[in-house]
């Protein structure tokens, strides 16, 4: 019951935070270095793309399987701290 009456004002004090959070950021800062920030996004999507892949083709799927793994790493990581935390 009391978690019904605090969970509207704990949604407004993280819309909050994440909205002051949002106000620091530099706009000019990530323009100015744009390329070095899609490198490294690219560089991040493509080595957690051979990671999870060289993974799942270890456990004896296929190509299909380890790239759609790839897709849902979050999820799979969510599932697997649950788990992990149940057992």
Not at 69 to 82: E, I, K, P
């Amino acid at each position: 019951m009391l978690l019904v009456q605090i969970e509207p004002i704990r949604n407004f004090f993280a819309a909050l935070f994440l909205a002051s959070i949002g106000m620091l950021i530099h706009v000019h800062f990530l323009w100015s270095h744009v390329d070095i920030l899609l490198a490294s996004v690219i560089l991040v999507i493509i080595i957690k793309t051979a990671i999870i892949t060289t993974v799942v083709r270890g456990f004896g799927y296929n190509n299909k399987t380890a790239l759609l793994v790839r897709f849902y790493d979050g999820l799979l990581a969510l599932l697997l701290l649950r788990i992990l935390v149940v057992n």
